[in-house]
T-cell receptor, first 115, second 112 residues
Framework: KNQVEQSPQSLIILEGKNCTLQ??????????LRWYKQDTGRGPVSLTI?????NTKSNGRYTATLDADTKQSSLHITASQLSDSASYIC??????????????FGKGTHLIIQP | DGGITQSPKYLFRKEGQNVTLSCEQN?????MYWYRQDPGQGLRLIYY???????QKGDIAEGYSVSREKKESFPLTVTSAQKNPTAFYLC???????????FGPGTRLLVL
């Protein structure tokens, strides 16, 4: 069964500190992996997308890594800001003939940045 | 101002009542999707449409219906057959079904 597991479930850090969120998946055959940020009560917003051949991608203070061999990804946030408080969702896409049923969503990591 | 919009932001449903959630996009995207989000759960796919006048069931389609008469619009009806409709509903669109999805702001449905 295709699964995406995210850890930790929740995380509290002080403003200015760095943190790393984890995503492990069993989706096969793998197509790509996306990280989304979802503010409370809002829709998710795409941060990064990585394919099999990419092992790191940055978007400002967000850096995602991918190890397709171990089926693990991480999202590193540098110099956290209060506005980083949100849920971060890992989404893995499976190679299919097409259609949205090839996506598997993680449950997300709820990140709280304290001043 | 391009984007994807959902309305209303909050919706209340009485027992036995059908309600329709609106989703509109002006991004010229072919594919549109409806997801349901419950606390502590990942997004679950209800229905998706790859092109006008065509749509497919997702993982949890029972108790829901959709239509795709126009490229810009993909309304979702929550029928009385959906016994546990209280949730946060998210609509998304993408250029094709293989591209990054752009999400709307969501509609929170509550049962009275």
């Amino acid at each position: 069964k295709n699964q995406v597991e995210q850890s930790p479930q929740s995380l509290i850090i002080l403003e200015g500190k760095n943190c790393t969120l984890q995503c492990n998946y069993t989706v096969s055959p793998f197509s790509n992996l996306r990280w989304y940020k979802q503010d409370t009560g809002r829709g998710p917003v795409s941060l990064t997308i990585m394919t099999f051949s990419e092992n790191t991608k940055s978007n400002g203070r967000y850096t995602a890594t991918l190890d397709a061999d171990t089926k693990q990804s991480s999202l590193h946030i540098t110099a956290s800001q209060l506005s980083d408080s949100a849920s971060y969702i890992c989404v893995v896409s499976m190679k299919t003939g097409g259609g949205a049923d090839g996506l598997t969503f993680g449950k997300g990591t709820h990140l709280i940045i304290q001043p | 101002d391009g984007g994807i919009t959902q309305s209303p932001k909050y919706l209340f449903r009485k027992e036995g009542q059908n309600v329709t959630l609106s989703c509109e996009q002006n991004l010229n995207h072919d594919a549109m999707y409806w997801y349901r989000q419950d606390p502590g759960q990942g997004l679950r796919l209800i229905y998706y449409s790859q092109i006008v006048n065509d749509f497919q069931k997702g993982d949890i389609a029972e108790g829901y219906s959709v239509s795709r008469e126009k490229k810009e619009s993909f309304p979702l009806t929550v029928t009385s057959a959906q016994k546990n409709p209280t949730a946060f509903y998210l609509c998304a669109s993408s250029i094709t079904d293989r591209e990054t999805q752009y999400f709307g702001p969501g509609t929170r449905l509550l049962v009275l």
